[in-house]
């Protein structure tokens, strides 16, 4: 096997990328897969500037993956670029000739930088974080947060309450006799309080991410050992609104403190949520004494518009605090963060700088991958 790591930017290549996936596709793999024509490039001056590289072995592509290039923050005022590695894939899944293609990516990865995050990945089981894990990369889950706006629905559709006869009957009653609801709202009873607290109040909907994201981060950041910037040339490039992605600013006397970037997605035959209407809160930035108030107020925006369940990932402690205040329920997580050595190490330095970090969904594959 003599590999080579490509940029991905020609019509050849996409013509082999094209039979690569038609390879998996016929093994059964058809979730993460290579896209099918030359991405296009950012230029160098882009906030964030992803790159498409594919593995080429013997005038086929093997495998290939993105980095992408994040502008990035320590807490001690140190700002630096950090890179996402993401949706790395090898042919090593169904061929054993390629077995050690992953090492062969994992090596390039770690040739980009020494501040290096992966994000997602479904399961430390998995090949590639099980790579990452042996390479001494800092592998923990991203709390998984959900409130259930719709018992009924929720109950009949979650493919988990579906997995034994009994599991379905109890899961049918509680739907059918309302008793699914009532106990929802007692394991939610902070949903009340956090939604009364925040009468003062105003959430609105934005068509275009303003000037006062700038202000919110500038005021926020200290509170953050290490995040992605999220100032507004960063906000708008990670969540153009699109209508894919939405936004939301929450004011308080007229003044914004607060705002949450989120998308709504109706399920079809989803392997964990059926088909319930799913809110995705993805990112915010809320000032510390909003930050309960700031998930109410979206949340209840979101419930409005007709969100059945609530989820969202959060590596903050205080934004796990502000959503558990605002009524939200913890899960298991599938969604791993990894930290290449040198990047886990200068959080660690940070005052509780693991507890501190700011990752969300927005930070890897969690919009397209519940």
Request: net charge positive; proline share 5%; with cysteine.
């Amino acid at each position: 096997m003599s590999v080579t790591i490509e940029l991905y930017e020609t019509g050849e290549q996409a013509r082999e990328a094209t039979a690569f996936n038609q390879r998996m596709r016929a093994c059964g793999q058809n979730v993460f897969l290579l896209t099918e024509y030359p991405p296009g490039m950012e230029p160098d001056d882009a906030a964030i500037r992803n790159r498409y590289y594919v593995a080429r072995d013997a005038g086929s592509v093997r495998g290939g993956l993105l980095l992408a290039t994040y502008p990035a923050w320590f807490g001690a005022a140190t700002e630096v670029d950090v890179v996402n590695c993401r949706e790395p894939l090898s042919e090593g899944i169904i061929d054993p000739a390629y077995r050690l293609l992953g090492l062969r990516l994992l090596k390039f990865m770690e040739q980009q930088g020494p501040r290096l995050f992966a994000l997602g990945m479904g399961s430390e089981q998995n090949a590639f974080p099980r790579f990452l894990k042996a390479a001494k990369w800092r592998l923990s889950p991203v709390p998984f947060l959900f409130r259930v706006a719709r018992a009924g629905a929720f109950l009949r559709e979650v493919r988990l309450l579906q997995t034994s006869p009994a599991r379905r009957l109890l899961a049918r009653l509680g739907a059918a006799t309302g008793a699914g609801q009532l106990g929802f709202t007692a394991l939610q009873f902070r949903a009340a309080g956090a939604a009364l607290a925040s009468r003062g109040m105003t959430v609105t909907p934005v068509a275009e991410w303003g000037s006062w994201v700038d202000g919110l981060w500038e005021r926020c950041r200290a509170e953050i050992s290490f995040s992605v910037r999220r100032d507004l040339r960063t906000v708008r490039e990670l969540y153009p609104l699109d209508g894919r992605s939405r936004g939301f600013c929450v004011s308080r006397n007229g003044q914004p403190v607060g705002w949450v970037a989120a998308q709504l997605s109706q399920m079809k035959d989803h392997k964990y949520f059926g088909n319930l209407r799913v809110a995705t809160l993805l990112d915010g930035m809320a000032l510390p004494d909003a930050m309960r108030e700031v998930v109410s107020q979206v949340s209840g925006a979101l419930v409005q518009e007709g969100a059945e369940l609530l989820v969202t990932n959060q590596s903050h402690t205080a934004w796990v605090r502000a959503f558990r205040s605002a009524g939200y329920l913890a899960g298991p997580s599938n969604y791993i963060l990894a930290l290449s050595k040198q990047l886990a190490a200068e959080i660690a330095e940070q005052p509780e700088g693991l507890a501190r970090m700011h990752f969300t969904r927005g930070d890897g594959d969690g919009r397209g991958h519940l």
